[in-house]
């Protein structure tokens, strides 16, 4: 995550889960003109996108439990408050907690969600490393 505690509501960070993650980051680096680092996190390869000093996105290899036909694909995070206390009325609202919520090391706590007419989205309380 970068640049500061983002308010409530908002979008603050894309995640690229890649199934081949060389390709991805050779084609955005030459595309857009992105710099790729390491992030240095414990226990898996996490690729940052940056753009001169500020990080703008993510990548990691796509688990190998996600099945073969879901696409690489970009996930939106946005910023709350409190993402357990959301989590838990995503299915009153007519959603679909899909995952977590789960905390990520140094970083937050996030859920992935899907809205009733099938959006996917991630939201995340950050809680250091920004």
């Given at each position: 995550?970068?640049?500061?505690?983002?308010?409530?509501?908002?979008?603050?960070?894309?995640?690229?889960?890649?199934?081949?993650?060389?390709?991805?980051?050779?084609?955005?680096?030459?595309?857009?003109?992105?710099?790729?680092?390491?992030?240095?996190?414990?226990?898996?390869?996490?690729?940052?996108?940056k753009t001169?000093?500020?990080?703008?996105?993510?990548?990691?290899?796509?688990?190998?439990?996600?099945?073969?036909?879901?696409?690489?694909?970009?996930?939106?995070?946005?910023?709350?408050?409190?993402?357990?206390?959301?989590?838990?009325k995503v299915?009153?609202?007519?959603?679909?907690?899909?995952h977590g919520?789960?905390?990520?090391?140094?970083?937050?706590?996030?859920?992935?969600?899907?809205?009733?007419?099938?959006?996917?989205?991630?939201?995340?309380?950050?809680?250091?490393?920004?």
């Amino acid at each position: 995550m970068s640049n500061g505690k983002p308010p409530h509501g908002t979008f603050c960070w894309n995640e690229l889960m890649s199934r081949n993650s060389a390709a991805a980051e050779k084609f955005y680096t030459e595309l857009i003109g992105w710099k790729a680092a390491d992030s240095g996190m414990p226990g898996m390869k996490y690729t940052l996108f940056k753009t001169a000093d500020n990080d703008v996105g993510g990548m990691m290899d796509m688990p190998k439990e996600i099945p073969e036909e879901v696409p690489s694909h970009w996930m939106s995070y946005i910023a709350v408050d409190d993402v357990d206390a959301l989590a838990k009325k995503v299915g009153d609202l007519g959603g679909v907690l899909m995952h977590g919520p789960q905390d990520v090391p140094s970083v937050g706590r996030f859920c992935i969600i899907q809205d009733p007419s099938g959006g996917v989205v991630s939201l995340i309380t950050l809680t250091g490393g920004e």
